[in-house]
């Protein structure tokens, strides 16, 4: 069986973060493991509290999950001190991981941000050159190119121009009022660029969303498929979680990732 590892923060009420990503790996065929950067105390309205993980607790959970169960690919997800990140980065480089995906999570739906400026600057200059792909959205892609977003034209510069400087793929998401959940992924190797046309699916509960992608992205890279086709398939499978239409909790509650299982042993 292949295998994929989330590096990112608990969700305590299961929706995002590596409850989602678990569930999503889980899913698509993949045994997931999991190193935690962060508890976090949330629910469908709110976070009330973080305690992050130290980056030497984070260095021995990455090293005790490579050292015994290998991973075939790797999801990063809100990662909030530099200190982190270059724990990260420094693992991947040391295990010789493979198949990254990195979401990069810097600005929360409400439009604030999400971790500090050094953060970033070392998210971009250690992490970004290490990844297969990232998958910004469209404000973070505004952060990480230095250019404006107002059209799909502007989306597919914008991934131009972060895949030439960090030399990885980027699949720019689009779900942010720019288009109907059109998203644009630029291939550094091909330098292809190829638009993934989706339907905004009128459901209030997307909390988990980059989580989910992200982290089916992973599990289709790590049973071997190419990228474009990974992202296609990702694409299909969040459709179909949202399409589920759960609806739990009294805010924006998650999406159905178990929508295939029925429990029914």
Known sequence: MKTALTIAGSDSCGGAGIQADIKTMAANGVYAMSAVTALTAQNTTGVFDVMETSPEFLEKEISAVVSDIFPDAVKTGMVSSSALIEVIASSIK???????????V????????????????????KLFPLATVITPNIPEAE??????????????????????????????????????????????DSQIGTWFNGKRIDNPNTHGTGCTLSSAIASNLAKGKN????????????????????DLGKGCGPMMHNFAVDGDF
């Open 94 to 104: 040391k295990f010789k991981l493979q198949n990254i995906v990195v979401d990069p």
């Open 106 to 125: 810097m600005v929360a739906t409400s439009g604030a941000k999400l971790i500090s400026d050094d953060a970033v600057t070392i998210l971009e200059e």
């Open 143 to 188: 952060i990480i190119s230095g250019l404006a977003i107002k059209s799909e034209k502007d989306m597919a510069d914008a991934a131009k121009v972060i895949s030439a400087r960090y030399g990885c793929s980027v699949l720019l998401k689009g779900g942010h009022k720019i288009n109907d959940a059109n998203d644009f992924l630029f291939e550094s």
């Open 227 to 246: 990228l474009k086709d990974s992202v296609m398939s990702a694409k299909n499978y969040i459709s179909l979680a949202l399409g589920a239409m759960l």
